[in-house]
């Protein structure tokens, strides 16, 4: 059974760094790219960042771009993102994912609140 359980939120101000990560068990967690994304209320989801089997290759949304870094480390089952330069508009929930078998798969999430 495929578990993604995400961590880090929290409360930061405007300009500061998180990072967030995602522990994955259940499948084989090198085998598959993972991704990252996000949902404000009353908004569809975002797709934030993606990362490939390897972490050979990355992908960001424009809103992610030059701010935000998806990382894995395939010893731990373990997918990053590391956020700087956070901004209020970042506030919202974080999600793992992975697409396995036409199937995606998620986690709980973390709320990530950008306030002074």
């Known amino acids: 059974q495929v578990q993604l359980v995400e961590s880090g939120g929290g409360l930061v101000q405007p300009g500061e760094s998180l990072r967030l990560p995602c522990a994955a068990s259940?499948?084989?967690?090198?085998?598959?790219?993972m991704n990252w994304y996000r949902q404000a209320p009353g908004k569809e989801r975002e797709l934030v960042a993606t990362?490939?089997?390897?972490?050979?290759?990355?992908n960001y949304a424009d809103s992610a771009k030059g701010r935000f870094t998806i990382s894995r480390d395939n010893a731990k089952n373990t997918v990053y993102l590391q956020m700087n330069s956070l901004k209020p508009e970042d506030t919202t929930v974080y999600y793992c994912?992975?697409?396995?078998?036409?199937?995606?798969?998620w986690g709980k999430g973390t709320l990530v609140t950008v306030s002074s």
């Open positions: 994912n992975v697409r396995r078998n036409y199937i995606n798969c």
């Open positions: 259940g499948f084989t967690f090198s085998s598959y790219s």
């Open positions: 990362v490939t089997s390897t972490g050979g290759s990355t």
